[in-house]
Structure formats: C-alpha cells, structure tokens
C-alpha cells in the first residue's frame, strides 16, 4: 500500500480523515435513529448492519491518518498501540457477507453497491486495485456521504410514521393524572411531571425519598381514606384504599396503588380531585339553601292555606246570606197564608231546595240558577219576570244572578212585593241591568245592609257599579262594561224578540 503515498498528497488524506470521520459520527446517529422506532420490523439486524458500517468507516478514517501521517506500513496509531492495520481490514469481509444476507432476505438491491464499497475495502481487493485505491478512497467517502446523509433526512422525515421508543414516557408525561413506577424497599423508578407536582404539594421529594417514605407523608398527610380497609382494621394504600389529601394551598389529591405481582412492581397513581371537591361543597350548600326554601315555602303554604280558608268562609257567609235570605223570605211568605198539605209540602221543598243551594254546584251556568230563582220565588207566589237575556261569559252573569236574588229578596221582605220586573239591556255598549217591584217604597230611614254591600263588592270585582232610586219606585240600575262578543249577541236578540 506504499504506492498510496505517491497517488494522494497530505491535505488530501487530511480531507479524506475529516469526511471518514464525520459520516461515522452521522451513521451512528443514523442508527440512533434506527434504534428509537418502536415495532419496525427487522430492526435488530438493520441494526447491527448500521453499527458495522460504522466500523468500515472507522478504518476507513484511520487508513486516511497512516497515510497522512507517513506510517508505512499502515496502522491504527492509537497512541502508544500501534497495530498494524492490513489485518483489521479483514472484518470487512464479514460486514459485506452480512450486509448480502441482508440484501437477499429484504429484496433491495439497491444495496449491492454499499456491499461492492466494503467488500473492496479487504486486503485482495485493495492489492488488486493496487494505483486506484486513492479514487477508491475518493469514492468511498463520497458515496457515504450520500448515504448516510440520505438515510438521515429519510429517517427525519418519516418519524411521524413510526412511534418512537419514548412515546410511552412522552404520553405519561402529558397525562394530567400522576403515574409513579415503583419498588417498595427502593426508590421511585418513574415518577411524570403530575405526581411531581402533587408530591411536592405535601412536601415529598421524589428524587431524594425511598418508596417507603412516600407512602407514610401520603397516609399521614390530612385528608381522607376511600375504599376498603386492610386486615388489621386501618386502611392503607397497599390494602387497595385511596387516599384523599388536602394540600395547605387548598388542593385536593386523590392516591391510589395498584400492584403488578408478576412483575414485582406498583404504580402509584394520582388524581387532583380539586373541582370535584368544590362541586360537591357547592351541591351541600345548594342542597342546604334548597332545603331551606323548603321550609320557607312550606310555611307560606300553610299561611296561604289559611288565608284561602278565611276567603272561602266569606264567601260562605256572603253564599248563605244570598241563599238562606232568599228562602226564608218564601218561607215567611208562606207561613201567612193558610198552613195546608199543598203548602207545607212546598215549605219542605224549598229547606231542601236551600240546603241543596247552600252545597249546590258552582259550576252551573247563569241562566240555570237564574230558572232555579224564578222556580222557587213562584212557589210563594211570587213572580219574576226577566226581559232580556243574561250574558254568556260566566263570571259577569253569576254577579247579575246574585243581584236578581238579593233584590228578589229585599223587595219580599221589605217592600211586600207580589211580582219582580227585571230588564236587561245595553246602552252604547254598557250592559244595563233594571231591578224594580211592586212593593211599597221604602222610607228614607233605610239605610243599606250587608246584602247591598255585597252587590257593590260583587260589581267592582267585574268593573261595574251599582245605583239605587228610591223615589217614586225602589229600583237597583247595575252598569257594567259588555263582555267581549256580547254587544252583537245583544243587539242580535233583541232583534228577534
């Protein structure tokens, strides 16, 4: 190989050295690469492949510095170990086997010039290629370059297509929830960021505490226990409780353990449980606040209960003043006239009559209690007559109902009345209602009582009013305003009358 001395000079076996060495340097990170896909398949063998390349361009590297450094024969010059080197560049030969057996069993073969550049690299091929070994150098160092370079940038670019060896730890690391690997007896194995953080907030060092003391400053810590208890009655993580602990700075953390006997090995979970914590103390809260309106609202059930019951006892009272007056003016008419069979038998028709009043159906139309009146004023003897007809809305013709009773009524017992004369009609759109009897006019001295006041109540309910005459005739006039769709049913029936 002295001939090599005559065919480069020394700036050119220093370039050679440089170039030898750096693609080494980038086939090593080549294979790093390599090395961190996770499930490729045949990596093992590409591998050590990639590895053994290295070791050609290694030797590659130091046949350049013998050169460069004028040491014939040539060596490795490692300092005070000198070996010669003709017999290293033996091993290429079995680097280019391997590299064919690749070749064959991957089906590329585009690698049969990578193996030609090895396999030229052995001491017969080298003493063949005798004057040519410094372009074969040339060559060599160029051809890997590109590729080494090529094998790089197509590992660079294609990561994303294969996970690599760390993506387990990179995704523990990016878990919200704490994961802790551990050995009792020993030290935490892998603890993510997480737990960290959440074993930091109850003053726990994981780099500088065994296992053993983790575990005591997470059970003594304040807090609470969750779950199952352990043999001797106390709960504990080991005993597949969980742990809840409450940090200075507010926080709330959530342990558990899960043991793996196969593999000797525990994890230790974390969970922050912060906002769960803050939930329930809002839910307790609303639940208290909840409870409270109850009580409250209870409370103003019963108090609307009670005013409810003193509404419908004057109504009771106003329903039986209405009622009871109406029948006991016929039943004090009655009784002046001679007691026989006919009259006793209407005397014991109008209690029952006045009884059934008093419990009767309120949801009966007007007209019909208006009929029920008439009915039983003419078993007295007593006549009313109605010109006109009573509105159909309900609440509007109860009141006029209510007032035709009471009139009825007063004009009976005060006036000696033998007939009623009612007169219902309109006025430019104003429900006009006449009450008048044959009766004696009242004197001056009467004063109103409760049966007009509960007129007028009755009216301003409905948004009308109430006007008596007393001269020449006692005569009630009622005003109201004409319920919708009452004016055209008005004027319709009084035409056909």
């Known amino acids: 190989m002295t001939i090599l001395e005559h065919l480069l000079t020394e700036s050119q076996t220093l370039c050679l050295l440089a170039i030898f060495f750096l693609v080494s340097c980038a086939q090593i990170i080549s294979a790093g690469l390599l090395f961190n896909r996770r499930r490729a ?19 590659m590297g130091a046949l350049a510095n013998s050169i460069g450094h004028g040491w ?26 391997f590299g064919t057996v690749i070749c064959i069993g991957r089906k590329k073969p585009v690698m049969l010039l990578e193996i030609a550049f090895v396999m030229a690299a052995t001491p017969p091929v080298m003493d063949l290629l005798g004057g040519y070994m410094g372009i074969y150098l040339i060559l060599d160092a160029a051809f890997f370059v590109f590729r080494t370079g090529s094998a790089i940038a197509y590992r660079v670019l294609t990561a994303e297509r294969f996970l690599p060896r760390s993506a387990p730890i990179d995704a523990m690391q990016g878990m919200p929830e704490g994961i802790a690997f551990i050995r009792r007896g020993c030290r935490v194995r892998f603890a993510n960021d997480a737990m960290r953080r959440m074993l930091a907030a109850i003053d726990v060092s994981v780099d500088l505490s065994t296992v053993d003391e983790i575990i005591g400053k997470i059970e003594a810590a304040p807090g609470e226990w969750l779950g199952r208890q352990s043999r001797q009655g106390e709960p504990s993580l080991a005993g597949g409780a969980k ?14 353990m899960s043991v793996d006997a196969a593999k000797a090995e525990t994890i230790l979970l974390g969970l922050d449980v912060t906002d769960e914590r803050m939930i329930q103390a809002e839910e307790r809260a609303l639940q208290a606040q909840l409870e409270s309106e109850r009580v409250a609202l209870g409370k103003l059930m019963d108090r609307i209960e009670g005013i409810a019951a003193k509404d419908a006892l004057v109504k009771m009272r106003s329903k039986i003043h209405d009622v009871i007056g109406q029948r006991l003016s016929i039943l004090h008419r009655l009784l002046e006239e001679d007691p026989s069979r006919e009259r006793i038998a209407m005397m014991i028709s109008t209690v029952r009559d006045m009884m059934e009043d008093v419990n009767g159906d309120v949801d009966a139309s007007a007209q019909a209690k208006l009929d029920a009146i008439v009915e039983s004023f003419g078993f007295a003897g007593i006549e009313i007559e109605v010109d006109g007809v009573l509105p159909n809305a309900k609440r509007e013709g109860d009141v006029l109902v209510g007032i035709i009773r009471e009139a009825s009524t007063n004009a009976v017992l005060h006036s000696q009345a033998n007939r009623v004369y009612v007169t219902i009609g309109q006025e430019e759109g104003i429900l006009v209602m006449d ?5 004696e006019p009242l004197g001056h001295e009467n004063e109103e009582g409760t049966g007009i006041a509960g007129m007028r109540r009755a009216l301003a309910e409905v948004e009308g009013r109430l006007s008596i005459t007393k001269r020449p005739s006692y005569k009630l006039r009622v005003e109201m305003r004409m319920p919708a769709g009452e004016d055209a049913r008005h004027a319709r029936e009084g035409r056909q009358r």
């Open 72 to 97: 014939y024969p040539v060596t490795l010059g490692l300092w005070v170990i000198c070996p010669p080197l003709e017999p290293l560049f033996w091993l290429d030969l079995p680097i280019a086997v």
């Open 243 to 256: 742990r809840v602990v409450e940090t200075p700075a507010g926080s709330f953390y959530q342990f558990a």
């Open 41 to 59: 398949d045949g990596i093992a063998l590409n591998l050590a492949y990639e590895l053994l390349l290295c070791a050609h361009l290694w030797l």
């Open 435 to 439: 009450v008048e009897s044959d009766g």
